[in-house]
T-cell receptor, first 116, second 109 residues
């Protein structure tokens, strides 16, 4: 069964460093998303991406964040200068389509980011 | 008012029990509704989409009331493996998911 994959599973970094989280969405999916979940809190939307551009982003997704689809398979989230409060689980998700009523999103296993 | 609200939980039930989860959402323009389950420190996994007419998948039944902006999930004959956090998810037309805080379920032997 096709699945979303993410690397690394755990990333530890120093405050102020740049990190890149990587995702490989399901191959025939066209819509890609990043979410985050701070420990003990709910899952929060960061950004959605379609046709090589951001289609929607939340207030969390400020200038420190960027996304890219550098090739036909990878989808990355970059945090330029990490802060302590960026520590969270980051989930990538993809969906086959959007704009319809039942656009299920499939989630990757997540990258746990720890900022020291 | 929070966008998606759920029963605070946790629910502790014996095996074989029937358990119901409730969810309300604030955005009347919401178009898509789902239940996901999340095991500890794992990703959300789709349990079922929720259709206007209600839908059933084995022991699981989901209902949607658009007028009341209310969604429910019923689990019958609960199993130990049903222990997880159940997430109510709402989406506007084709866009990002809005997650509820989740309700934790523990099924006890």
């Amino acid at each position: 069964e096709p699945e979303v994959t993410q690397t690394p599973s755990h990333q530890v970094t120093q405050m102020g460093q740049e990190v890149i989280l990587r995702c490989v969405p399901i191959s025939n999916h066209l819509y890609f998303y990043w979410y985050r979940q701070i420990l003990g809190q709910k899952v929060e939307f960061l950004v959605s991406f379609y046709n090589n551009e951001i289609s929607e982003k939340s207030e969390i997704f400020d200038d420190q964040f960027s996304v890219e689809r550098p090739d036909g398979s990878n989808f990355t989230l970059k945090i330029r200068s990490t802060k302590l409060e960026d520590s969270a689980m980051y989930f990538c998700a993809s969906s086959e389509q959007a704009g319809l009523s039942y656009n299920e999103q499939f989630f990757g296993p997540g990258t746990r980011l720890t900022v020291l | 008012r929070k966008e998606v609200e759920q029963d605070p939980g946790p629910f502790n039930v014996p095996e074989g029990a029937t358990v119901a989860f409730n969810c309300t959402y604030s955005n009347s323009a919401s178009q898509s509704f789902f239940w996901y389950r999340q095991d500890c420190r794992k990703e959300p996994k789709l349990l079922m989409s929720v259709y206007s007419s209600g839908n059933e998948d084995g022991r699981f039944t989901a209902q949607l009331n658009r007028a009341s902006q209310y969604i429910s999930l019923l689990i019958r004959d609960s199993k130990l493996s049903d222990s997880a956090t159940y997430l109510c998810v709402v989406a506007n037309y084709g866009q990002n998911f809005v997650f509820g805080p989740g309700t934790r379920l523990s099924v006890l032997p």
